[in-house]
C-alpha cells in the first residue's frame, strides 16, 4: 500500500525527555512536512522540507528539530526546550512543494 | 507571513440544510487553493483544490468552492447536507513564493439529522 505511515500513534513521555516521532511515505514524494493540531487551533506548521538534506522552519519550530537525510524519512523530535508538548502530531507530504499534501494518521503524544 | 482565516468555528444544522464556510488569506501572490476534511477519527482528506482555471471547483461529496481573488476568499459549499457530513473542515494555502501549506483554525461542522 502506498501512503503516510507515522509511528506510534500514541506515544507517552516524561517531562524532560526528547521524543522522535516517525513519518515514512514510499509516495515518492518530493516535499515533507510536520504539523501540530490542538482543539480550535487548527494546524499549525513546525517544519517542511522541500527536498532531501534540507528544510526549512515554520511558525511554531522552537523546541523541535527534524531531519531529511532520505527523500522517504521526515523524523520530528520534540525536544525538552518544547514548553507545551502534549498535542497530536501530523506529518503530510507533496509531490512538490505547491501541490496538494496527504496526510499520515498522526501521533498523539502526552508529556506527563 | 501568509495566513488564513476560517471564521465561525463552530457550526450545527440540520440535515437538508446548505452549508457555507468561509475561507480568506493574507497572500498577495500567487496561490494554490485546498479545503480538506477531517471525520471523526479519521485522517485528514482533501475535499477539493484550486490551482488556476474555472473559479468555481467541484469536489467530492457534493462540495463545491469559489475563488473570488479581489476577495481573497475561497468559500466552501453544499446545498444540501448530511449527517455524514459532520467534521472539521480546513482552508488551506500555499503560495508559489515559499511553499509553506497554511491552514486555517477549522471548522466544526455538526449535522444533526
Known amino acids: 500500500d502506498g501512503g503516510i505511515t507515522q509511528s506510534p500513534k500514541y506515544l507517552f513521555r516524561k517531562e524532560g525527555q526528547n521524543v522522535t516521532l516517525s513519518c515514512e511515505q514510499n509516495?515518492?514524494?518530493?516535499?515533507m512536512y510536520w504539523y501540530r493540531q490542538d482543539p480550535g487551533q487548527g494546524l499549525r506548521l513546525i517544519y517542511y522540507?522541500?527536498?532531501?538534506?534540507?528544510?526549512q522552519k515554520g511558525d511554531i519550530a522552537e523546541g523541535y528539530s527534524v531531519s531529511r537525510e532520505k527523500k522517504e524519512s521526515f523524523p520530528l523530535t520534540v525536544t525538552s526546550a518544547q514548553k507545551n508538548p502534549t498535542a497530536f502530531y501530523l506529518c503530510?507530504?507533496?509531490?512538490?512543494?505547491?501541490?496538494?499534501?496527504?496526510f499520515g494518521q498522526g501521533t498523539r503524544l502526552t508529556v506527563v | 507571513a501568509q495566513s488564513v482565516s476560517q471564521h465561525n468555528h463552530h457550526v450545527i444544522l440540520s440535515e437538508a440544510a446548505s452549508l457555507e464556510l468561509g475561507c480568506n488569506y493574507s497572500?498577495?501572490?500567487?496561490?494554490?487553493l485546498f479545503w480538506y476534511v477531517q471525520y471523526p477519527g479519521q485522517h485528514l482528506q482533501l475535499l477539493l483544490k484550486?490551482?488556476?482555471?474555472?473559479?468555481l471547483v467541484k469536489g467530492i461529496k457534493g462540495f463545491e468552492a469559489e475563488f473570488i481573488k479581489s476577495k481573497f476568499s475561497f468559500n466552501l459549499r453544499k446545498p444540501s447536507v448530511q449527517w455524514s457530513d459532520t467534521a472539521e473542515y480546513f482552508c488551506?494555502?500555499?503560495?508559489?513564493?515559499?511553499?509553506?501549506?497554511?491552514f486555517g483554525k477549522g471548522n466544526q461542522v455538526v449535522v444533526i439529522p
Open positions: 509516495l515518492n514524494h518530493d516535499a
Open positions: 503530510a507530504s507533496s509531490i512538490q512543494g505547491n501541490t496538494e499534501a496527504f
Open positions: 522540507s522541500q527536498i532531501v538534506n534540507d528544510f
Open positions: 488551506a494555502v500555499i503560495s508559489y513564493g515559499n511553499n509553506r501549506l497554511a
Open positions: 497572500y498577495g501572490g500567487t496561490v494554490n
Open positions: 484550486y490551482f488556476s482555471g474555472d473559479p
